[in-house]
């Protein structure tokens, strides 16, 4: 058995999604509770993420897509 303390938890979270590292504190009663208390304090609940490099396709790009389409 392992014990659950924030720097688990945030080992957890590098390797995972951010649904899955709430759920862990959820599951581990009372022991979770002072855990999400002290990752909220830290602002480390959720996962980070990049900023998307998202941008809109050009003119060419388009033509391009529904050519191989």
């Known amino acids: ?3 659950i303390t924030p720097s688990v938890v945030k080992v957890y ?4 999604t951010t649904d899955e590292v709430q759920l862990l ?4 009663g009372e022991q979770g509770v002072l ?3 002290t990752l909220r304090r830290d602002k480390a609940l959720k996962l980070t993420l990049p900023p998307s490099p998202v ?4 003119t060419v790009e ?3 897509i529904l050519q191989e389409a």
Do not use: F, G
């Open 1 to 3: 058995m392992v014990e």
């Open 13 to 16: 979270q590098a390797k995972t």
């Open 25 to 28: 504190p959820r599951l581990c």
């Open 35 to 37: 855990v999400r208390a």
């Open 55 to 58: 941008r809109a396709y050009s």
């Open 62 to 64: 388009e033509m391009r």
